[in-house]
């Protein structure tokens, strides 16, 4: 089983930026796909971005395209998410998860991904 851990959450105030990574253990990465998540309170959770596992193509959800970057180092088991100009509304538990496929494509919704980790806070606050 893969295991993920994420780090790199904190309190930021708005217009800051914070790089999120997500550590991977287990087995290597290449065949898996990453996509990152977050929770707010009172909210469900919804998919931010997500990276493919052979050649690396992002996708993201609108609230978030041109301010957050998602990217891989397979030979660092490592994924991270970098979030510049956060607003408020980004404040949530994000939360990394993976699952394999080689198809140059991936997936937002959360029922596709099989594990997961146990998710890191981001406070956008002044």
């Known amino acids: 089983q893969l295991q993920l851990v994420e780090s790199g959450g904190g309190l930021v105030q708005p217009g800051g930026s914070l790089r999120l990574s997500c550590a991977a253990s287990g087995f290597t990465l290449d065949n898996y796909v990453i996509g990152w998540f977050r929770q707010a309170p009172g909210k469900e959770r919804e998919g931010v971005s997500c990276?493919?596992?052979?050649?690396?193509?992002?996708y993201y959800v609108d609230s978030v395209e041109g301010r957050f970057t998602i990217s891989r180092d397979n030979a660092k088991k490592t994924v991270y998410l970098q979030m510049n100009s956060l607003k408020p509304e980004d404040t949530a538990v994000y939360y990394c998860?993976?699952?394999?496929?080689?198809?140059?494509?991936?997936?937002?919704?959360?029922?596709?991904?099989?594990?997961w980790g146990q998710g890191t806070q981001v406070t956008v606050s002044s």
């Open positions: 990276v493919t596992s052979r050649d690396g193509s992002a």
């Open positions: 998860a993976a699952y394999q496929s080689a198809l140059p494509y991936c997936v937002k919704s959360t029922g596709r991904y099989d594990d």
